[in-house]
């Protein structure tokens, strides 16, 4: 199953200016279930998606209440900094997409 | 009182709200209308420039309707992050709006404004004494940081809010202000408990965007009880579901389960959400704790120098294919032509890693068409301008090898190619600070204002 099928929401955002946030939202108890058991979200996965080293995967977290998965990784340049490219980080998601829930 | 009734017009004020589901939100007789009016999200320009990121006739706007609302039925309204960054020039923008409207409307009140700049003496001696800690992943704060801020304000908590109140203020301008503390003060003061309150003002502080559909543009409701607390739409077209007040509390945050603010900590690890109603949620099991010592969150800005841009595009195959070189061409060429200047040259192409930069993973674009904005900051504006106009005619006429299109490489949109974008700002502090008292750096003044048709109408 496709990931964009299991989720209702798949987004990034800042979380303050050194942070990116990402979050994945379940429709279905059982796909986040799934998405736990497999690990599918892990440190390895999400560097090679974001082409970072697994360091910079700062935290993966998963909130039951909300049925979701949230991901923080660094920013590669600080949130209006000389080389950023999106200051809210609203648009950092798209590798995600990708992802199939085995 | 067993039940504390809250209105949230907005998610930042200025953004707006259909007047509809404002006046629906006061029918519910709220004991508050609050909202927050900043967010660090723009950007560092804002707080090193000193102006707001909403426009002054969206924020009146939506203050005229608030205030005249809430003044004449003695219910409070408390905006926190004045202006958008809470800096002083910016609470004196908003105080400047507040004053116009009790004129133009003869709205009298006592008005509490409360400041937030901390003055870089005073963070330097913090610093100096070990107070100061980094919020990682971010640097270490230096004494040039500190020293090159235009501004530095600290983030308030509940204290300052509560004192205002107590002084007897029926309106409240805060500068930089925790972000639930305008919802969750007010009705600390109550005794309500602290862990409920500031959850509810966690999602209140983002009006209707826990509601599904989600809008930055539209009012949300909260109930606060002694147990637990409710919120709900006030739009037809919107409800509140377990879903999406649930999937908020992921919104912009690092930790969905430890939330940390100035003085105490919220931890949502017995949270529980029930949908109560078509568009009405319960939350409850939101716990607080103190933390100690008490730290507020510090923010500032460095001026960087001047910004000039340059918007063009291509359609040439042969050019998309080799664009790296071109840009590496074409940055050569500046350097040799501005020897022993300081300058930062960047090319945004669009079509290729625009949008991601360096965590693009696609790495050879499948575009036909490439966006390209080259971007010069320098000292001056005169500087900029120069490198950025040096650096598109050069890219306009460079040779590469396989060029077919020997006229020209790039298509410009508009005449000017270049503008000149303005001052450019970094955040230079983003740190925790220890303080003694929470009160200490929030100084809170009363004014009366009074509107020119005092006392003769209403």
Not at chain 1, 28 to 50: G, H, S
Not at chain 2, 108 to 135: C, H, M, P, Q, S
Not at chain 2, 139 to 161: N, S
Not at chain 2, 274 to 293: A, F, K, L
Request: hydrophobic residues 40%.
């Amino acid at each position: 199953m496709k990931l964009t099928e299991a989720a209702v929401v798949i987004r990034s955002k800042n979380s303050g200016p050194y942070e990116l946030t990402l979050d994945v939202i379940f429709r279905e108890e059982k796909d986040f279930l799934r998405a736990k058991e497999t690990q599918l979200f892990n440190r390895e996965l999400v560097a090679e998606l974001y082409r970072i080293s697994p360091g910079d995967v700062l935290a993966i977290i998963d909130f039951a209440p909300a049925k979701a998965y949230k991901i923080n990784i660094r920013r590669p340049v600080p949130a209006g900094g000389l080389g950023d490219t999106d200051v809210y980080g609203a648009q950092q998601h798209a590798p995600l997409l990708a992802l199939e829930l085995k | 009182m067993d039940e504390f009734r809250i209105l949230a017009p907005t998610a930042i004020l200025g953004y707006g709200f259909p007047e509809e589901s404002f006046q629906a939100g006061m029918k519910r007789n709220p004991h508050l209308i609050a909202v927050d009016a900043g967010s660090t999200d723009p950007g560092p320009y804002y707080l090193g420039k000193g102006v707001s990121f909403t426009a002054r006739r969206a924020v009146k706007r939506d203050l005229t309707i608030m205030l005249k609302a809430a003044v004449p039925r003695g219910i409070p309204v408390v905006i926190g992050t004045a202006g958008g960054s809470g800096g002083d020039p910016h609470v004196n923008w908003n105080l400047e709006i507040i004053r116009e409207i009790a004129a133009e409307e003869g709205l009298n009140f006592r008005l509490a404004v409360i400041g937030a700049e901390i003055d870089k003496e005073t963070v330097l001696d913090y610093r100096r004494r070990g107070k100061i800690t980094a919020l990682t992943p971010g640097p270490e704060l230096t004494v040039e940081d500190i020293e090159k801020a235009t501004r530095i304000v600290g983030q308030m908590g509940t204290e300052p809010l509560i004192q205002a109140l107590d002084l007897g203020a029926q309106v409240i301008l805060a500068g930089r202000c925790y972000d639930p503390a305008v919802f969750a003060a007010p009705a600390i003061r109550e005794g309500f408990a602290p862990g409920l309150a500031i959850h509810l003002g966690k999602i209140l502080e983002c009006a209707a965007i826990a509601a599904v559909p989600g809008s930055g543009s539209d009012c949300l409701f909260g109930y606060l009880h002694r147990e637990d607390f409710e919120v709900e739409t006030l739009h037809p077209a919107r409800k509140c579901t377990v879903a999406s007040v649930a999937a908020h509390t992921l919104y912009e945050k690092s930790n969905p389960y430890l939330l940390p603010g100035p003085g105490g900590i919220l931890d949502l690890k017995n949270t529980r959400f029930e949908q109560v109603g078509e568009n009405r949620v319960r939350v409850y099991g939101s716990d607080y704790s103190e933390t100690s010592p008490y730290r507020i969150k510090l923010e500032g800005a460095k001026k960087e120098g001047y910004r000039a841009v340059a918007v063009a595009g291509t359609r040439d195959p042969v050019m998309i294919s080799r664009i790296e070189e071109i840009i590496a061409g074409v940055k050569e060429k500046t350097a040799d032509n501005f020897p022993q200047t300081s300058y930062y040259l960047n090319f945004h192409v669009y079509g290729k890693n625009g949008v991601m930069g360096k965590l693009e993973p696609i790495k050879e674009p499948a575009s036909h068409e490439l966006g390209i904005i080259m971007e010069v900051v320098a000292a001056t504006e005169e500087l900029a301008m120069a490198i950025c106009a040096f650096t598109r005619s050069t890219m306009l006429h460079f040779g590469y090898e396989g060029r077919l299109s020997t006229a020209g490489n790039l298509a410009f949109p508009f005449s000017p190619a270049e503008f000149a974008a303005g001052e450019v700002y970094q955040f230079s502090v983003y740190h925790l600070m220890e303080v003694a008292d929470p009160q200490e750096f929030f100084p809170v003044r009363l004014l009366t204002v009074t509107g020119e048709r005092k006392g003769t109408e209403r």
